[in-house]
């Protein structure tokens, strides 16, 4: 349509997709999924450990890691990692919305040129985001509920690529979320966890917590605190995630920010 144009269609644009890749053997998207699923895209959902293929370029408008029990620092035995840090690195290159969630976020960092590493000591906790200037106007981690928490549930830490800008203080010694460019994000927390998921990590990891120095019932107690308080949050990240994708899914060809 030229401008200044009047036309007509009756055209139907179909909405944004944004890839989400699983790495857990119970996969899920908790707070995620409303939050997305209501900022207009449609999920497509990799469950990568079952056989499902990375998206192809031009696949997806949007790409969502999420967590694992894997580590980048076992990237030399593990070719699934291998090749979606290369499908990061691609897409970041060419402008696609990334958003890395813990082993996602460690993947990003690690694709980026970042590091990671092992922490002294493994995390379950549940920290203050707190935002540092940078932050301001971020429309992912910008508009954090006050007083948000976030859960760590890790023994792996990243360093921010070079030239990425840290968004949130460090609740330790390494990072804890960080904007890439104009539209990659990176994230240590599970602002997407909801009580049927932390019960299966207590299942199946639950003898994890004594490396971290808590008792089940102490991480319980701090459960009970802040569960209820996800949704508003994973609505800030990952609904503002989406909306990043859907606008630029919008903008003509060469217009996007």
Not at 61 to 66: A, S
Not at 89 to 108: E, I, N, S, Y
Not at 237 to 247: D, K, M, N, S, Y
Request: with cysteine; aromatic share 4%.
């Amino acid at each position: 349509m030229r401008v200044g144009t009047a036309v007509l269609t009756s055209t139907v644009v179909a909405a944004p997709v944004v890839a989400v890749l699983h790495h857990l053997e119970h996969a899920f998207l908790g707070h995620a999924d409303p939050a997305l699923r209501g900022a207009g895209v449609i999920l497509d959902e990799r469950r990568l450990r079952e056989g499902d293929p990375l998206p192809e370029p031009g696949e997806a408008d949007g790409i969502l890691v999420l967590g694992g029990e894997q580590s980048v620092l076992d990237l030399g035995r593990e070719p699934i990692l291998r090749a979606e840090a290369a499908l990061l690195r691609r897409a970041v290159a060419a402008g696609t919305p990334v958003l890395g969630v813990c082993l996602g976020g460690q993947l990003l960092a690690h694709a980026l040129g970042g590091s990671v590493a092992r922490l002294p000591r493994r995390r379950v906790h549940w920290p203050r985001l707190e935002a540092l200037p940078a932050a301001q106007g971020d429309p992912v981690l910008g508009a954090l509920p006050e007083g948000a928490r976030g859960l760590h549930w890790n023994e792996d830490g990243f360093e921010p690529p070079p030239g990425a800008v840290e968004l949130l203080a460090r609740p330790g010694v390494s990072g804890e979320a960080f904007r890439a460019g104009g539209c990659a994000w990176g994230v240590q927390f599970h602002a997407e966890i909801d009580a049927p998921a932390l019960d299966g990590w207590y299942r199946d990891w639950g003898a994890a917590l004594a490396e971290a120095g808590v008792d089940e019932a102490s991480a319980r107690a701090a459960d009970a605190l802040h569960l209820g308080a996800q949704a508003a949050l994973s609505e800030a990240i990952f609904g503002g995630f989406g909306r990043v994708v859907a606008e630029r899914a919008a903008a003509p060809a060469g217009l996007e920010s």
